[in-house]
Nanobody
Framework: QVQLVESGGGLVQAGGSLRLSCAAS????????MDWYRQAPGKQREVVSS???????MYADSVKDRFTISRDNAKNTVYLQMNSLKAEDTAVYYC????????????WGQGTQVTVSS
């Protein structure tokens, strides 16, 4: 069984920073792409940023130049450094990972709340 455990959410003032972490654990051979999604109240879940196992990253236009995704393959952990936070970044942030055990499977974390006060 694979688990993704997120941490690092919280309440921050506009202009502040937070760093999210997501660690994958369980029985698997490797972790492929890892992503961060977010879902604001009344809105659909949207992708924020993705990173491949080799470190290639992509960002949603709304967070480009403010957020940075990174990963530590030895720890099976992905990070999201969020700077210059805005009220519109307020959402539940979810980690998603593709994991290879006997086959590729997709797993989600439980979500962590990020609240930015203006």
């Amino acid at each position: 069984q694979v688990q993704l455990v997120e941490s690092g959410g919280g309440l921050v003032q506009a202009g502040g920073s937070l760093r999210l972490s997501c660690a994958a654990s369980g029985m698997f051979f490797s972790v492929g792409p890892m992503d961060w999604y977010r879902q604001a109240p009344g809105k659909q879940r949207e992708v924020v940023s993705s990173i491949t196992s080799s470190g290639s990253a992509m960002y949603a236009d709304s967070v480009k130049d403010r957020f940075t995704i990174s990963r530590d393959n030895a720890k099976n952990t992905v990070y999201l450094q969020m700077n210059s936070l805005k009220a519109e970044d307020t959402a539940v942030y979810y980690c998603r990972a593709e994991v290879y055990g006997s086959r590729w499977t997709v797993h989600w974390g439980q979500g962590t709340q990020v609240t930015v006060s203006s």
